[in-house]
Antibody, heavy 119, light 106 residues
Framework: QLQLQESGSGLVRPSQTLSLSCAVS??????????WSWIRQPPGKALECIGY???????NYKSSLKTRVTMSVDRSKNQFSLSLSFVTAADTAVYYC???????????WGQGTLVTVSS | DIQMTQSPSTLSASVGDRVTITCRAS??????LAWYQQLPGKAPKLLIY???SLETEVPSRFSGSGSGTEFTLTISSLQPDDFATYYC????????FGQGTKLEIK
């Protein structure tokens, strides 16, 4: 069974870069079965898919975030990462990492980590 | 972007009730729709994929139907653990979620 665990800074200053990592156990990131995703949820609001990265390294980002998002994979650590630059208060959210099946749904999720953007 | 609209936003019901939540897509998404359950403070849990396929170990009282632009999630007999927020997700084009339906105890 897959397990995912987010880690990273819980407080980021406005205009700085948010950086998170997701450690995966129970599957190799090199597996072709999954792609690896970031999803966020502002307090009291709905879920938003930020994007995902395929085992090949190909990425697919939400169009409105594309200029600020970078995702990468570290196969040696079996983890993947998210960078979101030039953050504002609107980026305050719980950030989840998740495994995305070949069909496109998200079957395993991390517990989530709250990131607050504040000076 | 494909927009997903759920109704109702809030639903009050009692244990044992049959409830239905609707999700509408702004354009046809075929059957590329999933449903998730989110308990307070927890990550979402996949319930249904491909509109009507039940995820492993999800109780059979949950069912999904629909295609194209209109979909439903039905819970046949509500149990205490079912009071949560439910989200639909389209994955025909990238991925977008509905705004959620909060199922609360009447």
């Amino acid at each position: 069974q897959l397990q995912l665990q987010e880690s990273g800074s819980g407080l980021v200053r406005p205009s700085q870069t948010l950086s998170l990592s997701c450690a995966v156990s129970g599957a190799s990131l090199s597996s072709g079965f999954y792609s690896w995703s970031w999803i966020r949820q502002p307090p009291g609001k709905a879920l938003e898919c930020i994007g995902y990265i395929h085992h090949s390294g190909t990425t697919n980002y939400k169009s409105s975030l594309k200029t600020r998002v970078t995702m990468s994979v570290d196969r040696s650590k079996n983890q993947f990462s998210l960078s979101l630059s030039f953050v504002t208060a609107a980026d305050t959210a719980v950030y989840y990492c998740a495994s995305r099946t070949a069909d496109g749904n998200f079957d395993f999720w991390g517990q989530g980590t709250l990131v607050t953007v504040s000076s | 972007d494909i927009q997903m609209t759920q109704s109702p936003s809030t639903l009050s019901a009692s244990v044992g009730d049959r409830v239905t939540i609707t999700c509408r897509a702004s354009q046809s998404i075929g059957g590329w729709l999933a449903w998730y359950q989110q308990l307070p403070g927890k990550a979402p849990k996949l319930l249904i994929y491909k509109a009507s396929s039940l995820e492993t170990e999800v109780p059979s009282r949950f069912s999904g139907s629909g295609s194209g632009t209109e979909f439903t999630l039905t819970i046949s007999s509500l149990q205490p653990d079912d009071f949560a927020t439910y989200y639909c997700q389209q994955y025909y084009s990238f991925s977008t979620f509905g705004q959620g339906t909060k199922l609360e105890i009447k």
